[in-house]
């Protein structure tokens, strides 16, 4: 079973595919795992079931995710943020809102998608958004979802 960092790494290479290519979550997951096993001249028999759970779900919340985004993202349109950023800020709310993880595991692994995909620039925004949706779903003490 692979760390649930590469599972999230995982999650956001499909949700930045599925942006990208306009195509479902499962659509991409295919293909991203399809590319593995042609790269390795091998299958890859296991599928990251959290990935996937992480991915689907993002996606299923999207337009309740990226209301969040936009309200906490001033100055920000959507469509204008990194491809890359927005699908982070996607993940890492969806988690937030869905799962026990604690905030600062989530924010951490965020930022470390970030520090890896993105550009240091854009940690900062991706911290204070991610701040800012904490504090409103979870609360000031940052543990227990909504």
Known sequence: MPSRYKSRQSALQFLFLADMRAQ??????????????????????DEDRFALELATGAKAAQAEIDQLIVENSANWRLERMPVVDR?????????????????????????????????????????????AVKQKIRGQSGNAPA
């Open 24 to 45: 479902s979550v499962e659509q991409a997951a295919r293909e991203f795992y399809g590319s593995l096993a042609s790269d390795e001249c091998e299958p890859v028999d």
């Open 87 to 131: 699908n982070i800020l996607r993940l890492a709310i969806y988690e937030l809102r869905a799962l026990p993880t604690p905030a600062a595991v989530v924010i951490d692994q965020a930022l470390e998608l970030g520090s890896r995909f993105s550009s240091e620039e854009s940690l900062p925004f991706l911290n204070g958004v991610l701040d």
